[in-house]
């Protein structure tokens, strides 16, 4: 499979770089979140209660930056973020972002009890795959680097799933690599570890 657009993907990591962060309004950001209807899917406080939907509160805001580009542009596919981001500028993009990275992160909604063996597994894979190196060591992540803990566990699975499949890419092909060939087992067990990973307070 080949991967299109890369001098426009180069073009959108230079404009994400070198960006003044001031230049993002979060007030802005929830006003536009409130028009588009943005809770409706992600939860009121950037929190999901819905099957398959990732929250948002706490990404980071290079993180929600580029993947509603990644969207908007059709390089990362999925309905009906695609159809949701159209006509959305680079600034209420940015804006978007700020408004979701200042919201605090909070523990799924709904989770799954603990399962202490399943836990276990998928901390020993996230040791020898080397999760917390890029993530960071409490899964909170940092640039275009995603939040890992406490997301959401049934959308963890899918996306994770999705990687190995080479169904979603990001602007690199990190994550196709650290998925490759990892069975469904192994999958629940990190989504399972990663969605009762506490979430840091502020
Ligand atoms: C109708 C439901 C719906 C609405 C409304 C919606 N989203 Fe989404 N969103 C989704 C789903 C479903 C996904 C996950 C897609 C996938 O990867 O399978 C998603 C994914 C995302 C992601 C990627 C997060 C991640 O962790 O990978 C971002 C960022 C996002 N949405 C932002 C927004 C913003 C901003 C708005 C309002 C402009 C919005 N969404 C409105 C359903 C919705
Ligand atoms: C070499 C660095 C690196 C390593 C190692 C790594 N990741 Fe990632 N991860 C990334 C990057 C970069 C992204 C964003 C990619 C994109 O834009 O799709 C990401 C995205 C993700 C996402 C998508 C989250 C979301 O909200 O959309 C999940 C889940 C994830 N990683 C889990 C893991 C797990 C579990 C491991 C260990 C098995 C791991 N990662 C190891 C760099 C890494």
């Known amino acids: 499979m080949t991967f299109p657009h890369l001098a426009l993907l180069a073009a959108i990591l230079v404009a994400c770089a070198f960006h003044p962060a001031a230049a993002q309004d979060a007030a802005r950001g929830a006003t536009i979140a409130a028009e588009r209807n943005c809770a409706g899917c992600h939860g009121a406080a950037g929190v999901s209660e819905l099957e398959r939907i990732p929250s948002l509160a706490g990404q980071p805001a290079e993180f929600i930056t580029l993947q509603m580009i990644l969207f908007r542009e059709g390089l990362r596919q999925a309905p009906p973020m695609n159809e949701l981001s159209q006509g959305l500028e680079d600034q209420a993009v940015e804006d978007l ?18 399962d202490a063996a399943l836990a276990e597994r ?18 909170s992540g940092r640039n275009q680097i995603p939040r890992i803990a406490g997301q959401r566990e049934d959308f963890l699975r899918h996306t994770l799933a999705q990687y ?28 399972h570890y990663m969605a009762h990973q506490p979430v840091r307070p502020e």
Do not use: K, W
């Open 97 to 114: 972002a700020a408004h979701y990275a200042s919201l605090p992160a909070a523990p799924p909604p709904g989770l799954a009890p603990r």
């Open 122 to 139: 998928g901390r020993q894979l996230s040791a020898a795959l080397n999760c917390g190196v890029c993530h960071l060591p409490d899964y």
């Open 164 to 191: 190995r499949d080479s169904q979603r890419r990001g602007t690199d092909t990190n994550m196709n690599a650290v998925m490759y060939g990892v069975p469904d087992d192994a999958i629940a067990a990190l989504a």
